[in-house]
């Protein structure tokens, strides 16, 4: 009887150490009290890349904090039935969390600033990186990206 022996390399997310400070990391930098726009992105308009297609938006995402993307990729990053409506454009977006499984994300829009937030309860595992697909309809000159979490 011969035996098989398949082996299956799952791609974890990446991990900082703890005491370190993830370059994907960027606090936020303006003053909420002057800004002319400031609009929270509605939960129905992003969503979190898939753990399967993560690798992948890292990598797109190495060397800027977000991308435009073309309508199909909402499929290509684990959503088939996600879409932008209203003339608004898909675009891929660095994110980072502290506790994975509590908490969640709260997107602004203040000016042509793009802050990606994330809150968590529990005790906080290290900043680990993730991606979101967000629509939008203006092209964020910057993006900063911050995580929050019980201590």
């Known amino acids: 009887m011969k035996r098989l022996l398949v082996l299956l390399a799952l791609s974890a997310p990446a991990v900082v150490a703890a005491g370190t400070q993830d370059t994907w990391i960027s606090p936020f930098a303006l003053n909420m009290n002057t800004a002319k726009v400031v609009e ?4 129905e308009r992003f969503f979190e890349v898939a753990v399967s297609k993560l690798e992948l938006a890292q990598e797109r995402l190495e060397s800027k904090p977000t991308i435009e993307q073309k309508w199909y990729d909402a499929e290509a990053f684990g959503q088939p039935a996600f879409s932008c409506t209203d ?3 898909p675009y891929l977006v660095r994110a980072v969390y502290q ?5 969640g994300y709260r997107l602004q ?13 529990g005790k906080p595992t290290g900043q680990h ?3 979101l697909l967000v629509c939008l ?3 964020p000159e910057r993006v900063f990206v911050s995580t929050h979490g019980a201590s």
């Open 40 to 43: 929270t992105i509605p939960r």
């Open 87 to 89: 003339a608004r454009r």
């Open 99 to 103: 506790n994975g499984r509590t908490g």
């Open 109 to 121: 829009r203040v000016e042509n600033t793009l802050w990606v937030a994330h809150n968590s309860l």
């Open 129 to 131: 990186r993730s991606a």
């Open 137 to 139: 309809d203006f092209q």
